[in-house]
């Protein structure tokens, strides 16, 4: 069974950046496309970025130019480095494979807020 572990959210003022992580076990995330996604109070769980197997990043709308989806392999974690966080993107932050086939973390909370 897999289980996905998020971490390194917390409190951040507009304009900051901040790092979480996805730790992975029961399965192996080289063998997949992995993503993060974010929900925010009374919003539905959204795709913001993902990354495909052989590497390629692909960023939604809202975060493009600001995020930063990355792997280590070797650690079987997954990274989203987030620069000039606005109020909006306060969330839950979770990650998963794309498309989603596994169950959900328990995700980590991101505040922007001043």
């Known amino acids: 069974q897999v289980q996905l572990v998020e971490s390194g959210g917390g409190l951040v003022q507009p304009g900051g950046s901040l790092k979480v992580s996805c730790a992975a076990s029961g399965s192996i995330i080289s063998m997949n496309s992995m993503g993060w996604y974010r929900q925010a109070p009374g919003k539905q769980r959204a795709l913001v970025a993902r990354?495909?197997?052989?590497?390629?990043?692909i960023y939604e709308d809202p975060v493009k130019g600001r995020f930063a989806i990355s792997r280590d392999n070797a650690k079987n974690t997954v990274y989203l480095q987030m620069n000039s966080l606005k109020p909006e993107d306060s969330a839950v932050y979770y990650c998963n494979t794309f498309p989603i086939r596994w169950g959900w973390g328990q995700g980590t909370q991101v505040t922007v807020s001043s």
């Open positions: 990354i495909l197997r052989g590497g390629f990043t």
